[in-house]
Structures are given as structure tokens and as C-alpha cells.
């Protein structure tokens, strides 16, 4: 028999994207702090953190429905 869905769907993935994003700013970061300084050598740090922007925004409007979701079940009666 399926399980029943929790209905958290959206707010779990957006939760699961803001990590990811928050991991890569972290890679970012260790990876430049490591590496010798040289002029020629792009900032990872700068770079890393504008990748993690796409999963990180896209995690924050999924967390944000989520919520929604949540408020909106709250306002009808039915509770989480």
C-alpha cells in the first residue's frame, strides 16, 4: 500500500536546495583559502558563490510555497 503524502513536499525540497547552496559557498570557500595566491587564478569563492545562488534562490521560493502551504492548511481548519 502507498504511503500518504505529507503535503511537505515543497518545503523539504527547498530546505535540501538551501543546503546545497550553502555547501557550495562552502566548497568555495575552502577550496580558495587553499590554494596558493597567484594573480592569474580566478577568485573560487566569488565563482562557487554565484553558482550556489541558483539552487539557493530556487530553494527559497520552494520553501516559501511550503510555508504557504502550511499557513494556507492552518487558516482552512485541517492543521499540518
Known sequence: MPEKKSGNDDLKSGLI?????????????????NLPDRSDRPDLFQIMTGAAAFPGFIG????????ARIG?????????
Open 17 to 33: 536546495l538551501i543546503a546545497i547552496a550553502l555547501a557550495m559557498i562552502a566548497l568555495g570557500w575552502v577550496l580558495d583559502g
Open 72 to 80: 494556507k492548511k492552518n487558516r482552512s481548519g485541517d492543521g499540518l
Open 60 to 67: 527559497v521560493v520552494l520553501t516559501g510555497f511550503g510555508f
